[in-house]
């Protein structure tokens, strides 16, 4: 911890070392709360060492559903007989806005980030209501691309960067750095975009299934560090079928078709970059769009199925039970996030 933060604790009646201990361990909520107490308080809950080590032992989780608002839902603590309920959060922009949708692109470390409006994203901490906008991008050719766009966010432990990236396909990959605060474009015109939704973020990367122009179909890796493409293979049965979107799945990359007819399947990549360890999961129920979220309780898997409903999955037979929450919209996209203090303002990491 920082001396200041370190010198507000010793002050209390037990040692520091036990205090920041229970302190790293509490919700965030009520951490917010302890922030008004004091300005020693406030030190501490904001001190960059002890952010992290809060982020490190609070894995708490928690559902994000998006539609003209965003809505929490309580899925990981919520006892299994009792009725879980979503939230809906305050956002960026909220209350005046044009738009009908509000996108998540991406969720990392407790951070989100949405686009409330079209092409105006922010970083925000649905936890601390903290948020950022991402300023605009200066070049007027790219800029009137946007609607050949992907975008992805993620985070890289080794640099210590969030990275906001916009692929417009077939020309150029524009990265926002939180750090830096400043815009960065690589010229890459090797893929064409089949599908504009989100990419996924793994391993330090953000991944699309996008087509080369020869027409082969892969997923394309963006490496938030290195800030260049590589290639992952499909699985053969998916080399040349329909649309495809990617996902993730306890730490694990997948696979599944996006606005298909009656489609009973999706795929993990139990070893990444590994062709052969690809392992089909099967639904018994049909979808059109499909997203896997999480291993609910540990065992079976939590899915978003039609942008209508939350589905828990049995691995052995692929059963489906409807995942009861009250107060859901009609229609969502649907992502996790982690309850986390770290701020989307990068002058507050050190």
């Not at 200041?4 to 209390?12: A, F, M, P, R």
């Not at 080794?158 to 605060?181: A, H, P, Q, R, W």
């Amino acid at each position: 911890m920082s001396g200041s933060s370190v010198e507000s604790v010793k002050n209390l009646p037990l040692p520091h070392e036990i205090v920041i201990d229970i302190l790293s361990r509490l919700p965030v909520k009520s951490l917010c709360r302890f922030k008004c107490v004091s300005k020693s308080w406030l030190a501490l809950t904001t001190d960059p060492l002890f952010v992290k080590l809060h982020l490190d032992r609070t894995k708490v989780h928690r559902l994000i559903l998006a539609s003209r608002s965003l809505h929490s839902i309580d899925h990981e603590t919520t006892p299994i007989n009792d009725e879980v309920v979503s939230v809906q959060l305050d956002f960026p922009l909220k209350k005046n806005r044009t738009c009908d949708f509000v996108q998540i692109i991406g969720s990392c470390n407790g951070l989100l980030c949405i686009m409330p409006e079209p092409e105006v994203f922010f970083v925000f901490n649905p936890s601390t209501k903290e948020h950022k906008r991402v300023h605009d991008f200066q070049n007027p050719t790219l800029s009137s691309l946007s609607d050949r766009s992907v975008h992805g966010f993620g985070y890289v432990q080794s640099i210590d960067d969030y990275k906001f990236v916009k692929y417009v396909c077939g020309s150029t990959v524009c990265v926002f750095s939180l750090k830096n605060n400043s815009w960065k474009c690589i010229e890459d015109s090797r893929y064409e975009c089949q599908l504009f939704v989100p990419g996924t973020l793994l391993n330090g990367a953000i991944h699309w299934v996008l087509k080369h122009q020869d027409g082969d179909c892969v997923i394309a890796a963006f490496d938030l560090v290195e800030e260049r493409f590589k290639d992952l293979p499909l699985p053969d049965a998916l080399t040349n079928f329909g649309v495809l979107s990617t996902g993730v799945l306890d730490g694990r990359l997948c696979v599944q078709h996006h606005q298909a007819m009656n489609v009973k399947q999706f795929w993990v990549m139990k070893e990444y970059g590994v062709k052969e360890s690809w392992t089909r999961v099967f639904v018994q129920e049909g979808y059109r769009i499909l997203k896997p979220l999480c291993l609910w309780k540990d065992c079976k898997i939590l899915l978003a199925m039609n942008r209508n409903k939350l589905v828990l999955c049995n691995q052995r037979d692929g059963a489906l039970k409807d995942f009861e929450v009250t107060g859901i919209p009609f229609q969502f996209d649907a992502d996790v996030y982690v309850e986390s203090l770290i701020s989307p303002n990068c002058s507050k990491w050190n």
